[in-house]
């Protein structure tokens, strides 16, 4: 089936209100006085329904398989960020797994994302490479002895459930959701790069010099810099509280295509590092798709929160965010 083409709605960067409260399982958006979007619940834990799927997943391995695809926890592979590679060469819908076990991989997926991101996500799949099953999938660790996780990859995408083997660190790590088409408004994320449009819209001529940066950062700079960490564009904190307002609805737009854990575990990681008052907002005006002035490339960044939107020529973008790099 294919995925309409259309943002996800109003006062929220064009999410639905619908969609988000469902994504955030009804959750307050109350602002607090540390800027947070909403009250921030449980990390994901190893009894989360991702993690146990995945953890039947590994129950299920042959020694082969597991030769294949499971590693130490600490391997090299589980730390790699890139929009477009093979964490393992089978691929899902290969001969290398049993149809039972290509289920358990789809429910997992499904396990992390809202249900609008599982539409979104396989949508995606569908149009970047030709589908689920032409991606690929690592498990790192065992089930029940210390850390473990799993990482699906392939063009555009990298997802991860990890149980908070990891503590503070949201999504288990650096993840990467993109779209391969070149026009913004046919691409499956352009409702985010709508919402962080308002904001610029919103800004002063003053704020708009401080807020518009020249030159691009490297794709994959999405590494935290903590407190200490020098943050390109404006002060969302020298904002006014309606354009703040307007940066949390991008936030929000942002968090939206994944499950209530992980968003929760983010919005509490992001408290700790000051909240959204924290946090700088660059836009790149030098890619200009369509001549439209809405900005394709942009950044949120602070002291614990990276997310690094890069919709030229089409959508490769990043989501850090944890109290450290891992």
């Not at 929160?305 to 850090?320: E, K, L, T």
Request: with cysteine.
């Amino acid at each position: 089936m294919t995925y309409e083409h259309i943002p996800a709605c109003s006062g929220c960067g064009d999410l639905s209100r619908r969609d988000f409260v469902r994504t955030l399982g009804g959750s307050a958006l109350a602002v607090g006085a540390t800027g947070l979007l909403g009250t921030a619940q449980a990390a994901p834990t190893a009894k989360s329904d991702a993690e146990t799927v995945a953890g039947q997943l590994y129950a299920s391995l042959t020694a082969a398989q597991k030769k294949a695809i499971a590693f130490p926890f600490n391997h090299p592979l589980r730390k790699k960020i890139h929009p477009n590679w093979a964490i393992t060469k089978p691929t899902i819908g290969s001969d290398f797994y049993t149809a039972a076990q290509r289920v358990l991989i789809d429910k997992v997926v499904k396990g992390l994302t809202s249900e609008d991101g599982y539409d979104r996500a396989m949508q995606q799949m569908e149009d970047d490479k030709g589908g689920f099953s032409e991606y690929h999938v690592a498990l790192f660790g065992k089930p029940g002895k210390g850390g473990f996780e799993f990482e699906l990859t392939g063009r555009h995408l990298t997802l991860r459930a990890d149980g908070n083997s990891v503590g503070g660190v949201a999504f288990g790590g650096p993840i990467v959701y993109g779209h391969g088409v070149s026009d913004p408004k046919k691409q499956l994320y352009y409702y985010q790069t709508q919402a962080a449009d308002k904001v610029f819209k919103a800004l002063d001529a003053k704020q708009v010099k401080a807020a518009t940066v020249g030159k691009n950062p490297e794709e994959t700079a999405v590494l935290l810099q903590g407190k200490k960490g020098k943050f390109p564009g404006i002060s969302v904190g020298e904002l006014s509280k309606d354009q703040q307002k307007l940066v949390r609805s991008t936030i929000k737009a942002v968090l939206s295509p994944y499950r209530k854990e992980d968003i929760d575990e983010a919005l509490k990681v992001l408290d700790a590092g000051g909240g959204t008052a924290k946090l700088n907002m660059a836009f790149y005006p030098a890619e200009d798709l369509g001549n439209d002035k809405i900005w394709d490339v942009w950044r949120l960044e602070g002291p614990t929160f990276v997310s690094y939107f890069r919709g030229a020529p089409h959508v490769h973008s990043y989501i850090n965010v944890g109290l450290k790099n891992v």
